[in-house]
T-cell receptor
């Protein structure tokens, strides 16, 4: 059973470009969480999704950020018109249910030049 | 602002020894606490999850306790093995879904 997969592992973008981060949950997991870890800070919750539904997006910046978890395929975190402050490690976690353990992927490190 | 501290930062023990890793947090209003294992070049592996209403969880040779009022958790590893060598992270999830990690304890188990 493969763990949570994230790709790419490293992503470099210039200011103004778009960044797309992918997360494939563990088999049988229908709940996906995205977290962001800024340099020198702890992990911060961004958004919680179930298949085709956003359950909680209270941690998402109001603009430029969006997330989806379609019926088929991975969950996507999309950042439009990236700025240097978006440089961070973005972690995805999955679980079989809301109150179950979350299993984390290796993260995607985004660098905005 | 929640702060999570792990002691010791590094620990080296001979194989077979029982050991305890410590985690403390400043804000007792937590949703849950998790212990993770991190191996070099890999993502985090969740070991044990303790809900705020629970006092301990056990999985195999691992036992984690939670004392919310004093802001402490311990991870007990029995009969340590070289394969247990890794960095162990404690993470506290607040009621606002923020997850705060400690800096980790780097464990080395010598054969």
């Amino acid at each position: 059973n493969a763990g949570v997969m994230q790709n790419p592992r490293h992503l470099v973008r210039r200011r103004g470009q778009e960044a797309r981060l992918r997360c494939s949950p563990m088999k049988g997991h229908s709940h996906v969480y995205w977290y962001r870890q800024l340099p020198e800070e702890g992990l911060k919750f961004m958004v919680y999704l179930q298949k085709e539904n956003i359950i909680d997006e209270s941690g998402m910046p109001k603009e430029r950020f969006s997330a989806e978890f379609p019926k088929e395929g991975p969950s996507i975190l999309r950042i439009q018109q990236v700025v240097r402050g978006d440089s961070a490690a973005y972690f995805c976690a999955s679980s079989p249910g809301q109150d179950n353990e979350q299993f984390f992927g290796p993260g995607t490190r985004l660098t905005v030049l | 602002k929640q702060e999570v501290t792990q002691i010791p930062a590094a620990l080296s023990v001979p194989e077979g020894e029982n050991l305890v890793l410590n985690c403390s947090f400043t804000d007792s209003a937590i949703y849950n606490l998790q212990w993770f294992r991190q191996d070099p070049g890999k993502g985090l592996t969740s070991l044990l999850l303790i809900q705020s209403s629970q006092r301990e969880q056990t999985s195999g040779r691992l036992n984690a306790s939670l004392d919310k009022s004093s802001g402490r958790s311990t991870l007990y590893i029995a009969a340590s093995q070289p394969g247990d060598s890794a960095t162990y992270l404690c993470a506290v999830e607040g009621n606002n879904n923020d997850m705060r990690f400690g800096a980790g304890t780097r464990l080395t188990v010598k054969p």
